[in-house]
């Protein structure tokens, strides 16, 4: 066998009790490994009527298929558990290179469950594993919670992931990070783990991964990254610019949202681009584990240095709050990789925040002095400070924009689906990607099928961005396709150059399976379903496939796509029927049966 | 008729990011590239106002042309 090592660790931290068990592997062929199969087994395991922050709830940590191999990008692993933000399935992956090492040492997934009875930290290497005390760590960062533990393993090899003090402070924005800055950022996983007492956990691996066809290997890794090395985006657009080059072709196109999504274009916008990152503040790329095309950055700022930040997390704490000052946005993001924060959710919270004082809604009374207004660069950066140590009005903002805003009565302030802050792209220009972040089943979320890509960047083809026709088959192929990216355990980025086919020679060549496209499409499309009877288990329904009102109801108010709007009710319906499920939303029986579910 | 060109990524290097032209009534896209010595097939986004184009299409006065090569992210 060979991409699956056929083992899962199982920590019980009520008992303190260590086991190992084999993968279930008829269940790996319909479901893949990472986001699919421990999806599924979350469902299996969890009850939907779990409160996420009990001992009850569980947390996968798991790597995918081919994480740890020699395909291009395979460094990814996925944080699997409910979510405390909005209840439905957390799945935030994350790369680097810690994901790859749980593989070497021996392992595909690691389960949590329970709940320590004080501040513990996991250490694998290889087959030994124990629980040790966290109490000395406790209230650390992450890099200081990085940092000792490392020199405690005594080898510098080891990988950390842990969380900050946000995680531990039950932030419900809060994340799971790796390799100091990388993060499984979304939906709060990070408080799942603070609520089991766990602060990190360390792996040192010295196996390697098994490839179950070699030879096959060498022609089909050769093509795939003779794609990566040609296309125009992995080969030479990201590894120039990072992911920030984003900044103004979204802007340029008009939907790229200013302060709190009121605007939509941003004359300034180029004062934080990828252009001008690359120009000032770029030191070297960061690529993740094999990942030959090296989006991530290490940049440097006034009075410091550190990774990043991405394209969301510059619009977030750029434009979106009204600000142009890129040292504020760096640290900002750097704070946020310390404290163990979601950007982009904290940065929607700050920017909802700042409407909320516009409107009036916050008294000036409750800031304790810090500005919380559109254009302030100093007092958003204290602002995500104190998030993560919820300090003062920061421990609400830490419950995210959602909770936040409609403590005031003004939840449609909060520009959410489900309750997760929606990304840097203005739906109401972007039918396709409007309809995904409608029907994402984290939430609003860019990454559960990336439509800008058709819609804006061109690719695999150019579609027009206003119009309706095919978006909802092109919405559902996507995000069946993005299922089995994840559940390989493949960076999302790597399907700029790569498609359907390119996937399925990879998973084949290094798990001698032989799935046809459109059995690899189906793996995809029931990881899809699963998550889906989940949430709809835990009581979401159609009426939660939407956006908040202002991307409804108004049309766009300024730049180039002025006056456009979303038109999800004509696309919902569409989108339903290509899925199979009936008008409310739900799978028919025909639909799970033809997916073997 | 007077438009307004903006250069991204690559397109920017020994360029300009943004410029006024001047241009005859009835000129395209192409009309723009030539002189920048910029080909056709190198352009991936093209997008006049906003709205996504070809190198073929008409401009009129006061366009704003933005051009970019293969770049993308997320
Ligand atoms: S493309 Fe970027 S995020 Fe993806 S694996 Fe490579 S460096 Fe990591």
Redesign the pocket.
């Known amino acids: 066998m060979g991409g699956y090592i056929g083992k899962i660790l199982r920590v019980n931290l009520t008992e303190g009790k260590i086991s190992t068990e084999p993968l279930n592997m008829e269940l790996a062929k319909k479901y893949l490994s990472g986001r699919g199969l421990a999806g599924k087994m979350f469902t299996d395991e969890v009850a939907s009527d779990v409160d996420a922050l009990s001992p009850e709830n569980k947390i996968f940590i798991a790597a995918g298929a081919l994480t740890g191999t020699n395909a291009p990008?395979s460094?990814?692993y996925v944080v699997v558990t409910k979510s405390p933000l909005n209840g439905v399935v957390a799945s935030s992956n994350s790369?680097?290179q810690w994901g790859a090492h749980m593989k070497f040492a021996g392992y595909d997934m690691v389960i949590l469950e329970g709940k320590a009875d004080r501040p513990v930290y996991l250490s694998i290497h290889d087959d030994v594993v124990e629980i040790k005390d966290a109490a000395h760590v406790w209230g650390k960062d992450v890099y200081a919670t990085t940092d000792t533990l490392k020199k405690e393993f005594g080898d510098d090899k080891v990988k950390v992931l842990s969380i900050g003090p946000a995680g531990e402070n039950l932030s419900l924005i809060s994340a799971v990070m790796n390799d100091l800055y990388r993060a499984a950022g979304r939906s709060g996983v990070g408080a799942v783990m603070g609520s089991k007492n766990v602060k990190a956990i360390l792996v040192r691996g010295t196996g390697k991964v098994e490839n179950a066809n070699p030879d096959v290997m060498k022609t089909v890794l050769s093509s795939a990254l003779g794609k990566l090395r040609e296309n125009g985006v992995?080969g030479q657009g990201?590894p120039t610019y990072g992911?920030a080059v984003l900044v103004n072709i979204i802007n340029e196109s008009g939907i790229y949202p200013v302060k709190n999504f009121q605007e939509s274009y941003d004359a300034e916008a180029d004062l934080i681009s990828g252009e001008t990152m690359t120009a000032n503040h770029l030191i070297k790329k960061?690529?993740?584990?094999r990942?030959?095309?090296?989006?991530?950055r290490y940049s440097k700022w006034e009075g410091g240095e550190g990774a990043g930040p991405e394209y969301e997390t510059v619009w977030v704490f750029g434009s979106n709050s009204g600000i142009h000052d890129f040292d504020a946005i760096h640290k900002a993001n750097d704070l946020c990789n310390k404290l163990g924060l979601d950007t982009i959710s904290v940065g929607a919270t700050i920017a909802a925040g700042m409407e909320l004082v516009q409107r009036g809604y916050i008294k000036p009374e409750e800031l304790d002095g810090t500005p919380l207004e559109f254009g302030n660069a100093a007092g958003m950066v204290e602002w995500v400070r104190k998030i993560g140590y919820a300090e003062g009005l920061g421990a609400k903002m830490a419950l995210g924009s959602y909770r936040f805003a409609e403590s005031y009565g003004a939840p449609e302030l909060s520009m959410t689906v489900k309750k997760l802050e929606i990304p840097a792209y203005d739906p109401r220009g972007v039918q396709g990607q409007g309809l995904q972040f409608a029907t994402s089943n984290r939430g609003g979320c860019h990454v559960r099928g990336y439509m800008i890509s058709p819609e804006i960047l061109g690719l695999p083809e150019k579609l027009d961005r206003t119009s309706l026709e095919g978006k909802a088959t092109w919405v559902k192929i996507f995000q069946d396709l993005t299922a089995v990216i994840d559940s390989l355990g493949l960076?999302?980025?790597?399907s700029f150059a790569l498609g359907l086919s390119d996937y399925a020679a990879l998973v084949n060549a290094v798990t001698g399976a032989n799935y046809t496209d459109e059995e690899l499409l189906a793996c995809g499309e029931r990881i899809w379903n699963n998550e889906r009877l989940h949430n709809l288990r835990v009581g979401y329904s159609a009426a939660e496939d939407t956006l908040p009102k202002r991307l409804i109801q108004d049309p766009i108010v300024d730049g180039p796509s002025k006056g456009q709007t979303l038109k999800l009710a004509e696309l919902l319906p569409k989108y339903y029927a290509e899925r199979g499920w009936d008008e409310a939303g739900v799978p028919t029986p025909e639909c799970l049966t033809k997916l073997g579910m | 008729m007077r438009v307004t060109v903006k250069l991204f990524a690559t397109f920017r290097d020994g360029r300009f990011k943004v410029e006024e032209r001047e241009l005859p009534q009835g000129s395209n896209v192409l009309n723009i590239l030539e002189p920048l010595n910029i080909k056709p097939d190198e352009v991936a986004i093209c997008l006049v106002n906003g709205r996504d184009v070809n190198a073929q299409h008409f401009l009129n006065d006061g366009d704003t042309i933005a051009l970019f090569p293969p770049v993308g992210g997320g």
């Open positions: 990008t460094g990814r790369g680097g992995t990201l992911t960061d690529p993740c584990y990942c030959p095309i090296a989006c991530g960076c999302l980025f790597s």
